[in-house]
């Protein structure tokens, strides 16, 4: 079955909503998405979305913060992009219906409520109670639904995309209600496929988040940077049914600190930012402690914080921990870190092309130069936006495509007749994650990326054996994306020869101003 259209985004996240959006303004899109309904990092987003509102707030605070942040890697002509078109994407994000928090002023004016995370210098970061990315995932899909010009196809795993003669025309994916494999053909293509965190053992998103995107471009020649930076989230619940629940970086923001199992603090040692330094830092600074004590977990403590404000600005971390036992105005939370962030992923420009004509990325899939060897907090819903709309505007240029040279399905695709040994495909995932968590973690060695290498090669062969041989299945395509995409953050380790941002490597412990440029695999 083939569907031709003007414009195709991969995904269904903010990004992906956002460019579909977008490009409806210059003809048709369809959507391509895996998940049946909300679920995506997006939704999984509880901080905010950063922009400069505040009266002592300014764009050049907001880049520096973002600059200080990515380690000496971020690009600035993307920074400022994304700092100076940001409110008003934000104003943009509450005209189609995201619905933020506001307060009144003594004046009697209502203005948003600003909160303030870790790395940040000033309160600005837009939110929705402690469920933004819900929020404004709710109100762009209610969007894209009513909008005639906009297709979306739920349930469909992308295979492969499509390429010819050097460029990208569309995708091949498959139904996994009906099992019926469908090529999706258009002029422009979006992936807006989100994360990868279900690489490791321990993370903080959805099941979905494997990858699939970065694995897909890299397989028709999109050069991929700055893989090794990936981003763990230092608070994450420790318990053993929160399947590593995100508690999020602004309850540190709103005077959450961080203590020792004996009720110490300890960051004043690692960071004059204390409880409110950047991620990379903390989580370097909670794994060290674990590891010099032996403890399971250390603990976030807000009972310093008035009860009530708690529970308005974190409801939905406040019923999750009490449903946990933890009533956090009167108890300690207990934390561990947990893969949360790809700061790298498919290189592109500002206007989210990659290196494969006719084919964008945007989102967490992408690497536009914004994030550097670190994140900052809540910058990513506001790349979403900001860069997709830039991709949507760059993809009406484009020129017709004749879809009639596109080869037949067959040629592109050969699908096998056995079944999947489906026990043995999660067996190869759970041994990929592990060997990912042990070796390609927090705190990295020589020996433990080498290990990890032969160890992922190994799985992406068996994986890429299977797919030829058998029926396509979901967890199957997922391993064989998986594996791609665990090859790709170890080799941009390997080359990384010096600790930076979000990648520490105990042989090589010192940032070396040589390695000040991207990490490309053309």
Not at 308 to 314: G, P
Not at 486 to 504: N, P
Request: charged share 25%.
């Amino acid at each position: 079955m083939r569907i031709e259209t003007d414009y195709l985004i991969i995904g269904s996240g903010i990004a992906g909503l956002w460019a579909a959006l977008e490009a409806s303004a210059h003809g048709r899109v369809v959507v391509v998405t895996k998940k049946e309904n909300a679920e995506s990092n997006t939704n999984y987003a509880q901080g905010g979305i950063a922009s400069v509102f505040a009266p002592d707030d300014s764009y050049e605070l907001h880049i520096q913060d973002t600059l200080n942040a990515g380690a000496g890697l971020c690009h600035r002509d993307a920074v400022e992009m994304l700092v100076r078109e940001g409110p008003d994407r934000v104003r943009e994000l509450i005209a189609v219906g995201a619905r933020f928090n506001t307060e009144t002023l003594p004046d009697g004016s209502v203005v948003l409520a600003l909160g303030r995370e870790g790395g940040h210098s000033r309160r600005r970061i837009v939110h929705a109670a402690d469920l933004t990315g819900r929020e404004i995932e709710r109100a762009c899909l209610a969007a894209v639904e009513e909008n005639p010009k906009i297709s979306i196809f739920e349930n469909h795993l992308a295979i492969d995309l499509v390429a010819l003669d050097g460029q990208c025309l569309g995708v091949i994916a498959l139904d996994r209600q009906t099992r019926v494999v469908k090529v999706f053909l258009a002029k422009g293509t979006v992936v807006a496929t989100g994360g990868l965190g279900r690489l490791y053992r321990h993370t903080t998103n959805p099941p979905i988040a494997t990858g699939d995107g970065l694995a897909m471009c890299r397989r028709i020649g999109a050069k991929i940077a700055n893989m090794e930076f990936i981003q763990f989230h230092p608070t994450t619940l420790y318990h053993p049914d929160a399947d590593s629940f995100l508690i999020s970086e602004a309850v540190r923001g709103e005077g959450g600190v961080l203590r020792l199992p004996d009720g110490s603090t300890f960051m004043e040692k690692y960071h004059p930012m204390k409880s409110l330094a950047p991620r990379d830092v903390v989580a370097r600074a909670i794994h060290a402690e674990l590891m010099r004590l032996g403890a399971p977990c250390v603990y976030l403590d807000v009972t310093h914080l008035e009860p009530e404000r708690i529970k308005t600005r974190f409801p939905n971390i406040y019923a999750k921990c009490l449903s946990f036992g933890i009533d956090m105005t009167k108890q300690w939370i207990p934390i561990v870190p947990a893969a949360h962030y790809s700061c790298g992923g498919v290189l592109t420009d500002k206007e989210g092309r990659t290196s494969v004509p006719r084919l964008y990325a945007v989102g967490e899939v992408a690497c536009t130069g914004v994030h550097g060897a670190n994140r900052l907090a809540s910058n990513s819903l506001l790349e979403a936006v900001v860069f997709a709309e830039h991709a949507a505007a760059d993809m009406a240029h484009l020129t017709p495509v004749d879809f009639s040279k596109v080869p037949p399905l067959d040629d592109m695709l050969q699908v096998g007749t056995e079944e999947p040994d489906m026990e043995r495909v999660s067996q190869l995932t759970r041994e990929l994650q592990t060997c990912m968590w042990e070796d390609v973690g927090i705190v990295r060695t020589n020996a433990g990326l080498s290990r990890a290498l032969d160890k992922i090669l190994s799985i992406k062969e068996e994986a890429e054996a299977e797919f030829r041989r058998c029926r396509l299945a979901g967890a199957l395509l997922e391993l064989r994306n998986m594996a791609t995409a665990a090859e790709l953050i170890v080799r941009c380790a390997i080359m990384r020869k010096e600790s930076r941002g979000l990648h520490y490597n105990i042989d090589y412990p010192n940032t070396d101003p040589a390695w000040a440029h991207d990490t490309i695999i053309e």
